[in-house]
Protein backbone atom coordinates (compact mmCIF):
# COMPACT_ATOMS: atom_id res chain seq x y z
CA UNK A 1 0.00 0.00 0.00
CA UNK A 2 1.14 3.55 -0.70
CA UNK A 3 1.91 5.48 2.27
CA UNK A 4 3.77 8.11 4.26
CA UNK A 5 4.67 6.84 7.42
CA UNK A 6 5.29 9.40 10.63
CA UNK A 7 6.34 8.98 13.58
CA UNK A 8 5.76 9.75 16.54
CA UNK A 9 1.96 10.49 15.78
CA UNK A 10 1.46 12.43 19.20
CA UNK A 11 4.47 13.63 21.78
CA UNK A 12 4.24 15.70 24.56
CA UNK A 13 8.69 17.20 25.57
CA UNK A 14 9.87 19.90 27.27
CA UNK A 15 11.44 23.17 26.06
CA UNK A 16 15.17 22.73 25.15
CA UNK A 17 15.15 18.66 24.30
CA UNK A 18 16.07 17.75 20.79
CA UNK A 19 13.57 15.83 19.09
CA UNK A 20 13.19 14.16 15.89
CA UNK A 21 9.90 13.26 13.13
CA UNK A 22 10.90 10.25 11.60
CA UNK A 23 9.11 10.91 7.80
CA UNK A 24 9.21 7.47 5.33
CA UNK A 25 7.56 6.95 2.33
CA UNK A 26 7.22 3.79 -0.07
CA UNK A 27 6.20 5.14 -3.35
CA UNK A 28 9.65 6.26 -4.95
CA UNK A 29 9.30 9.76 -4.56
CA UNK A 30 11.71 12.34 -5.27
CA UNK A 31 9.83 15.24 -3.42
CA UNK A 32 9.38 15.38 -0.16
CA UNK A 33 8.15 18.44 1.95
CA UNK A 34 7.15 19.19 5.82
CA UNK A 35 4.36 21.56 6.40
CA UNK A 36 2.93 22.13 9.96
CA UNK A 37 -1.01 23.28 10.39
CA UNK A 38 -1.88 25.72 12.95
CA UNK A 39 -5.91 27.12 13.46
CA UNK A 40 -6.65 29.81 11.51
CA UNK A 41 -2.97 29.62 9.34
CA UNK A 42 -3.37 26.38 7.53
CA UNK A 43 -0.69 24.69 6.26
CA UNK A 44 2.61 26.58 5.89
CA UNK A 45 5.82 24.65 4.31
CA UNK A 46 9.02 24.07 6.49
CA UNK A 47 11.18 22.39 4.08
CA UNK A 48 11.21 20.74 1.27
CA UNK A 49 13.33 18.58 -0.53
CA UNK A 50 13.36 17.93 -4.28
CA UNK A 51 15.81 14.73 -4.65
CA UNK A 52 18.82 13.21 -1.66
CA UNK A 53 21.09 15.89 -0.90
CA UNK A 54 18.73 18.68 -2.16
CA UNK A 55 16.84 20.51 0.80
CA UNK A 56 15.02 23.73 0.62
CA UNK A 57 13.89 26.48 2.98
CA UNK A 58 9.62 27.06 2.96
CA UNK A 59 8.15 29.76 4.29
CA UNK A 60 8.59 29.02 7.94
CA UNK A 61 12.01 26.96 8.57
CA UNK A 62 13.45 28.71 11.91
CA UNK A 63 14.10 26.56 14.40
CA UNK A 64 13.74 23.27 11.90
CA UNK A 65 16.51 20.78 10.29
CA UNK A 66 16.30 18.56 7.70
CA UNK A 67 17.86 15.88 5.98
CA UNK A 68 17.67 13.91 3.18
CA UNK A 69 20.47 11.05 2.63
CA UNK A 70 17.84 8.53 1.37
CA UNK A 71 15.07 8.77 -0.93
CA UNK A 72 12.56 7.37 1.14
CA UNK A 73 12.88 9.06 4.47
CA UNK A 74 13.51 13.18 5.52
CA UNK A 75 13.15 13.45 9.19
CA UNK A 76 12.34 17.11 10.81
CA UNK A 77 14.96 17.81 13.03
CA UNK A 78 13.68 19.83 16.22
CA UNK A 79 17.11 21.40 17.79
CA UNK A 80 15.69 22.75 21.06
CA UNK A 81 12.03 22.85 20.76
CA UNK A 82 10.07 26.09 22.05
CA UNK A 83 6.62 26.65 22.86
CA UNK A 84 5.60 28.04 19.92
CA UNK A 85 6.64 24.61 18.00
CA UNK A 86 3.98 23.41 19.48
CA UNK A 87 1.91 22.18 16.02
CA UNK A 88 0.47 19.66 13.93
CA UNK A 89 3.37 18.37 11.58
CA UNK A 90 2.54 16.72 8.05
CA UNK A 91 5.41 15.06 6.03
CA UNK A 92 4.18 14.83 2.20
CA UNK A 93 5.55 13.11 -1.31
CA UNK A 94 4.72 13.60 -4.81
CA UNK A 95 5.78 12.56 -8.24
CA UNK A 96 3.56 14.95 -9.84
CA UNK A 97 3.59 18.59 -9.42
CA UNK A 98 0.76 19.37 -7.08
CA UNK A 99 -0.09 16.04 -6.02
CA UNK A 100 1.11 15.53 -2.68
CA UNK A 101 0.47 12.66 -0.40
CA UNK A 102 0.41 13.17 3.37
CA UNK A 103 1.09 11.56 6.47
CA UNK A 104 -1.33 11.26 8.95
CA UNK A 105 0.32 13.78 10.98
CA UNK A 106 2.41 13.81 14.00
CA UNK A 107 1.02 16.46 17.05
CA UNK A 108 3.47 18.02 19.08
CA UNK A 109 2.88 19.78 22.37
CA UNK A 110 5.95 21.85 23.58
CA UNK A 111 6.01 22.80 27.07
CA UNK B 1 3.39 37.25 -4.71
CA UNK B 2 0.72 34.76 -5.26
CA UNK B 3 -1.45 34.09 -2.61
CA UNK B 4 -4.88 31.72 -2.57
CA UNK B 5 -8.07 32.77 -0.50
CA UNK B 6 -10.67 31.19 1.44
CA UNK B 7 -13.50 33.97 2.15
CA UNK B 8 -15.42 31.50 4.44
CA UNK B 9 -14.19 29.70 7.62
CA UNK B 10 -17.31 27.64 7.94
CA UNK B 11 -19.71 26.45 5.75
CA UNK B 12 -23.08 24.34 6.63
CA UNK B 13 -25.21 22.87 3.99
CA UNK B 14 -28.27 20.21 4.93
CA UNK B 15 -27.85 16.57 3.53
CA UNK B 16 -28.63 16.47 0.10
CA UNK B 17 -28.30 20.00 -0.54
CA UNK B 18 -25.54 21.05 -3.00
CA UNK B 19 -22.57 22.17 -1.98
CA UNK B 20 -19.87 25.00 -2.86
CA UNK B 21 -16.73 26.08 -0.63
CA UNK B 22 -15.28 29.37 -2.33
CA UNK B 23 -11.88 30.23 -3.39
CA UNK B 24 -10.21 32.59 -4.91
CA UNK B 25 -6.82 33.23 -6.01
CA UNK B 26 -4.15 35.91 -7.50
CA UNK B 27 -0.95 35.09 -9.21
CA UNK B 28 0.37 36.90 -12.15
CA UNK B 29 1.11 33.98 -14.16
CA UNK B 30 -1.12 30.84 -15.43
CA UNK B 31 -2.92 29.43 -12.21
CA UNK B 32 -2.23 25.56 -11.21
CA UNK B 33 -5.29 25.18 -8.44
CA UNK B 34 -6.09 22.35 -6.26
CA UNK B 35 -8.43 20.87 -3.31
CA UNK B 36 -7.74 18.84 -0.83
CA UNK B 37 -9.67 16.96 1.73
CA UNK B 38 -8.84 16.73 5.98
CA UNK B 39 -10.98 14.39 7.44
CA UNK B 40 -10.95 14.39 11.11
CA UNK B 41 -7.63 12.97 12.48
CA UNK B 42 -6.34 12.02 9.22
CA UNK B 43 -3.95 13.92 7.04
CA UNK B 44 -4.79 15.67 3.61
CA UNK B 45 -5.94 14.09 0.21
CA UNK B 46 -5.62 15.32 -2.79
CA UNK B 47 -9.42 15.53 -4.60
CA UNK B 48 -8.96 17.57 -7.71
CA UNK B 49 -6.52 20.08 -9.92
CA UNK B 50 -7.02 22.42 -12.72
CA UNK B 51 -4.27 22.95 -15.25
CA UNK B 52 -5.58 23.77 -18.35
CA UNK B 53 -9.02 23.11 -20.32
CA UNK B 54 -11.75 22.50 -19.56
CA UNK B 55 -12.78 24.86 -16.43
CA UNK B 56 -14.91 22.35 -14.96
CA UNK B 57 -12.76 19.94 -13.23
CA UNK B 58 -14.19 16.72 -12.24
CA UNK B 59 -12.58 14.51 -8.97
CA UNK B 60 -12.80 12.11 -6.25
CA UNK B 61 -15.89 11.55 -4.41
CA UNK B 62 -18.73 13.14 -6.68
CA UNK B 63 -16.55 16.66 -6.20
CA UNK B 64 -16.25 19.27 -9.01
CA UNK B 65 -14.80 22.55 -9.08
CA UNK B 66 -15.29 25.54 -12.22
CA UNK B 67 -12.45 27.57 -12.74
CA UNK B 68 -13.36 30.89 -13.66
CA UNK B 69 -10.52 32.58 -14.91
CA UNK B 70 -12.79 36.52 -14.62
CA UNK B 71 -13.42 36.28 -11.10
CA UNK B 72 -9.97 34.83 -10.11
CA UNK B 73 -11.90 32.04 -8.80
CA UNK B 74 -11.86 28.05 -8.29
CA UNK B 75 -14.83 27.32 -6.09
CA UNK B 76 -15.41 23.29 -5.12
CA UNK B 77 -18.90 21.91 -5.57
CA UNK B 78 -20.74 19.13 -5.18
CA UNK B 79 -24.63 18.20 -6.58
CA UNK B 80 -25.79 16.82 -3.37
CA UNK B 81 -23.90 16.69 -0.19
CA UNK B 82 -23.65 13.47 1.96
CA UNK B 83 -22.81 13.47 5.82
CA UNK B 84 -19.45 11.96 5.22
CA UNK B 85 -18.51 15.02 3.32
CA UNK B 86 -17.88 16.58 6.60
CA UNK B 87 -14.72 17.35 6.60
CA UNK B 88 -12.26 20.55 5.96
CA UNK B 89 -11.10 21.58 2.67
CA UNK B 90 -8.73 23.58 1.41
CA UNK B 91 -8.00 25.37 -1.94
CA UNK B 92 -4.22 25.63 -2.84
CA UNK B 93 -2.04 27.21 -5.27
CA UNK B 94 0.68 26.10 -7.76
CA UNK B 95 4.12 27.38 -7.76
CA UNK B 96 5.36 29.21 -10.96
CA UNK B 97 5.11 26.93 -14.10
CA UNK B 98 3.57 23.78 -14.84
CA UNK B 99 6.24 21.13 -13.42
CA UNK B 100 6.36 23.46 -9.61
CA UNK B 101 5.81 20.84 -6.76
CA UNK B 102 5.64 23.88 -4.28
CA UNK B 103 1.75 24.72 -2.87
CA UNK B 104 0.50 27.93 -1.23
CA UNK B 105 -2.45 26.90 0.90
CA UNK B 106 -5.16 28.48 2.05
CA UNK B 107 -6.88 28.82 5.14
CA UNK B 108 -8.85 26.26 4.84
CA UNK B 109 -12.87 26.04 5.14
CA UNK B 110 -14.68 23.31 7.62
CA UNK B 111 -17.79 21.91 6.06
CA UNK B 112 -20.75 20.52 8.15
CA UNK B 113 -23.73 18.71 6.73
CA UNK B 114 -26.40 18.28 8.29
CA UNK B 115 -28.46 15.15 8.73
Known amino acids: EAQVTQNPRYLITVTGKKLTVTCSQN?????MSWYRQDPGLGLRQIYYSMNVEVTDKGDVPEGYKVSRKEKRNFPLILESPSPNQTSLYFC??????????FGEGSRLTVL | AQSVAQPEDQVNVAEGNPLTVKCTYSVSGNPYLFWYVQYPNRGLQFLLKYITGDNLVKGSYGFEAEFNKSQTSFHLKKPSALVSDSALYFCALGGSGAGSYQLTFGKGTKLSVIP
Open chain 1, 27 to 31: MNHEY
Open chain 1, 92 to 101: ASSSTPGELF
